[in-house]
């Protein structure tokens, strides 16, 4: 079984530029999150579909963060405009449903630098 | 009030050493519960479920005490390859996993 791909794997921007992340799941896996993981810090989520619906985004900086979740399938994460504080991985995860007993599966992350 | 809190080490033990890892969660709601490993740069990954009655895989034994909100992991006969970031993780019925911001263990000979 194919993992979770993402892509780039590393981005080194100077802020206020634009940054975008891709994210491919699971195939059949429902559900798609992607988190943010500052170092030292668990991961901490930032948005979380079910199919092509939003689930939760209560934690996405909505003037600055994006994310679309096109055909229910890939997903893609916008920074816009950065700031140094972004500096993190960026982690996309699946799992088969959004149910409480769901496990999750990460990607490698994307490793995001602003200067 | 972080929603789960975990002690965030560093936890330094020799081979052979028995730890332990607690963790408190805020949301009396929460339904399911997880502790999963992440290794230096890498993703976290899952490392067992953690269960009411509790549960045992081989080293690792995890247990939930859902009246006190506590969650804990008992690693027995540590291994250098134990050596990672242990992060308590917390679901709501919806699916929404919340990370604790780990606990790092390091094994020494």
């Known amino acids: 079984e194919a993992g979770v791909a993402q892509s780039p794997r590393y981005k080194i921007i100077e802020k206020r530029q634009s940054v975008a992340f891709w994210c491919n799941p699971i195939?059949?896996?429902?559900?798609l999150y992607w988190y943010q993981q500052i170092l030292g810090q668990g991961p901490k989520l930032l948005i979380q579909?079910?199919?092509?619906?939003?689930?939760?985004d209560s934690q996405l900086p909505k003037d600055r963060f994006s994310a679309e979740r096109l055909k229910g399938v890939d997903s893609t994460l916008k920074i816009q405009p950065a700031k140094l504080e972004d500096s993190a991985v960026y982690l996309c995860?699946?799992?088969?449903?959004?149910?409480?007993?769901?496990?999750?599966?990460f990607g490698a992350g994307s490793r995001l630098t602003v200067l | 009030r972080k929603e789960v809190e975990q002690d965030p080490g560093p936890f330094n033990v020799p081979e052979g050493a028995t730890v332990a890892f607690n963790c408190t969660y805020s949301?009396?709601?929460?339904?399911?519960f997880f502790w999963y490993r992440q290794d230096c740069r890498k993703e976290p990954k899952l490392l067992m479920s953690?269960?009411?009655s509790g549960n045992e895989d081989g080293r690792f034994t995890a247990q939930l005490n859902r009246a006190s909100q506590y969650i804990s992991l008992l690693i027995r006969d540590s291994k250098l390859s134990d050596s990672a970031t242990y992060l308590c993780?917390?679901?709501?019925?919806?699916?929404?996993?919340?990370f604790g911001d780990g606990t790092t263990l390091t094994v020494k000979p």
């Open positions: 579909f079910q199919n092509n619906g939003v689930v939760d």
């Open positions: 953690v269960y009411s």
């Open positions: 949301n009396s709601a929460s339904q399911s």
């Open positions: 195939s059949g896996h429902a559900t």
């Open positions: 995860a699946s799992s088969l449903r959004g149910s409480g007993a769901n496990v999750l599966t």
């Open positions: 993780v917390v679901n709501t019925n919806a699916g929404k996993s919340t």
